[in-house]
Every structure is written in structure tokens, then in C-alpha cells.
């Protein structure tokens, strides 16, 4: 009898820790958008992304909703035309770098001037490492299964890395103008924040006109859904797999999600396209009205300020005349 109850409870343990094993298995489909944003600041992805792990990897083509249907209306202040930003990841960083009520100056550099930094290169190759020493660490132990449920995982970033580098390539960004002409427009984000964009006129378009990411095409979407496929098996796999080598992999996505976390919080300057998208100073103000005054001032014309609905002119007149906010 008592030996009964021992086989009993030892099934049981069994089972639960099966249960547990497949639950670390799951981690791989969370929907984190840590790859997402990652995918936008860089404005494309690398090869080497490949090693870099984390949940919502099987959502990366998604880093095109994190503008979350924000177009912003912007202004020309040099020539009064009125417009909006089209691209999305653009959008995106725009709306992370922007301060309610403040002025946020942003300068566009060239590419002889561009660079990405050193400091997120840490946690970046850190998490590359991470993925080869759990690879490793698995062909030693002899955990096949474990090392399947890894493979696949990187498969599936691997289409997705191909598919984001095919649609990020450079395509219709307006009429090019005269290398040296120079540009400034002042950008309305909703929750009043304010974006002064300035760098040469052919930089600006390259950041804000036409698209970021081109339409998937048929093969694209084809590769797309295989890598989700792909990411849903390996929970399977890794169900089959030792305690270490789910405590290894769960502990690689975990970890590597906090990596790339850190490398988004320390990557503080958009790249798009080879242009370099960096904050250089702010300014509060205490109503949108001041604001309005003191560029019309400076760049003495107002139908931009018109045209974005920031004054309005006096009835009959070209003048403008500022609306209370």
C-alpha cells in the first residue's frame, strides 16, 4: 500500500514537472516588443540578430504598428507647406522623445556624420554570447531535444531578419533638392509635444516621407507565418527536453529580453536609412500660443503656424492672428 502511494506521488511530481517544463517552453510566445523596438531605433535589422533571443520574436514584422497610427502634421518653416510624417519608426521615436508642453529640437546628420554608438553594443554582443554559450552548453550535455527547441527559435528570427532587411530597402522619398539647401519643421505630437526637426532638406525627407517598411510580398508573408509555425513547435520540442536544457533556454530568453531592454534604453539617437536622428536641446513653454510667436519671430513667416491650425488669420488680412491654448 504504502508503496502504492509512493509510485502515486512520484507520477504526480512527474507530471508536474512536465507540466512546468512545458510552461518555460511558452516563454518564447510572449508578446514582449522589446525585438520590435529594437527593430525600429536601428531602422533595419543584422545577421547577427540572429543569436539575439527574446519573447515576440515571431512579431518583429509588427515594428510598423509602434507609431500606433500617429501621422503627425508637420510644417514647413522655410517654405509654409504642410505635410505629415509617413514613417513609422520615425513616428515612433518621435513620440518617445517628446515631452508634453516642452520643444524638443532634433537634428538630422548625414551620413559622414552618422554613428550608432558604442554603449549599446555591450548589451547587444553580450546577448550574442549569451545564445552561443547555451548552444554550446546543450551539444555538451547532449540535450537534443533542448537543442532542437533552440534551432528552431533561431530559424524563425533568422526569416524574420531576412524579411525586415528586404522590405527596409530605400525607395521614393520625394524630388531631391540641392545638396546644400537646409531645412526646419516643426512637428504637432497628440499629448502637446512639440518636435523642431532641422538638417539638410534631402536627410529630412529620407526620415520622414515615403515608407519604412515596404509591403510583404506573397513570399514574404509565406516566410513570415513559417517562422510563427516555427516558434509555436518549439515549445513542443523543449516539452521532450532535460530540466537544465529548459532551464537554459527559458533562462536565454529571459535574460536576453532584459539585454536587449537595456540596449533600447541606452540607444538614445534614431537611425534611419544611414541618417542619424539625435535630440539636441529642449524648451518649455506655458502655452502653445508662445510657442506659436517665437518661431513665427524667428523665421519670419507665419502660414505654416497657419496651416497647422496654430493661429489663424484675421478675416481679409495675410497676418496671423494666435489662438489662445
Known amino acids: 500500500m504504502i508503496s502504492r502511494l509512493q509510485a502515486l506521488v512520484q507520477a504526480s511530481t512527474r507530471d508536474m514537472n512536465r507540466s512546468f517544463l512545458s510552461a518555460l517552453g511558452l516563454v518564447a510566445l510572449a508578446d514582449l516588443r522589446v525585438i520590435q523596438y529594437r527593430t525600429a531605433l536601428?531602422?533595419?535589422a543584422s545577421f547577427l540578430d540572429t543569436f539575439l533571443l527574446a519573447p515576440g520574436l515571431h512579431r518583429q514584422q509588427a515594428a510598423a504598428e509602434l507609431n500606433n497610427a500617429e501621422y503627425p502634421a508637420v510644417g514647413a518653416m522655410t517654405t509654409g507647406y504642410i505635410f505629415r510624417v509617413e514613417n513609422q519608426a520615425t513616428v515612433s521615436w518621435l513620440l518617445?522623445?517628446?515631452?508634453?508642453?516642452?520643444?524638443?529640437t532634433v537634428e538630422v546628420l548625414p551620413p559622414s556624420a552618422s554613428s550608432q554608438g558604442v554603449f549599446p553594443s555591450v548589451p547587444y554582443l553580450a546577448g550574442v554570447a549569451l545564445t552561443a554559450a547555451v548552444f554550446s552548453k546543450l551539444v555538451a550535455i547532449e540535450d537534443w531535444w533542448a537543442l532542437g527547441a533552440l534551432s528552431v527559435l533561431m530559424l524563425a528570427r533568422l526569416l524574420n531578419v531576412i524579411i525586415i532587411k528586404r522590405r527596409t530597402k530605400l525607395g521614393w522619398k520625394g524630388y531631391r533638392e540641392k545638396e546644400d539647401t537646409r531645412g526646419d519643421l516643426i512637428i504637432l505630437l497628440s499629448q502637446d509635444r512639440w518636435v523642431r526637426l532641422r538638417g539638410y532638406v534631402n536627410d529630412l525627407k529620407i526620415v520622414t516621407s515615403g515608407c519604412w517598411l515596404a509591403d510583404m510580398s506573397p513570399l514574404d508573408i509565406l516566410a513570415v507565418n513559417l517562422g510563427t509555425i516555427l516558434t509555436y513547435i518549439s515549445p513542443a520540442?523543449?516539452?521532450n527536453a532535460t530540466t537544465t536544457g529548459n532551464v537554459l533556454i527559458c533562462g536565454l530568453l529571459l535574460a536576453s529580453a532584459a539585454l536587449i531592454g537595456i540596449c533600447n534604453t541606452i540607444t538614445k539617437d534614431l537611425n534611419m536609412f544611414g541618417r542619424t536622428v539625435r535630440v539636441v536641446?529642449?524648451?518649455?513653454?506655458?502655452?502653445r500660443l508662445t510657442l506659436a510667436h517665437e518661431l513665427i519671430e524667428e523665421t519670419g513667416r507665419d502660414d505654416w503656424a497657419i496651416g497647422l491650425?496654430?493661429?489663424t488669420p484675421p478675416k481679409g488680412k495675410e497676418g496671423g492672428v494666435v489662438v489662445a491654448m
Open 42 to 44: 536601428t531602422g533595419s
Open 96 to 104: 518617445d522623445i517628446g515631452r508634453t508642453a516642452q520643444l524638443t
Open 237 to 239: 520540442l523543449s516539452s
Open 281 to 287: 536641446g529642449r524648451k518649455e513653454y506655458d502655452r
Open 309 to 311: 491650425g496654430m493661429i
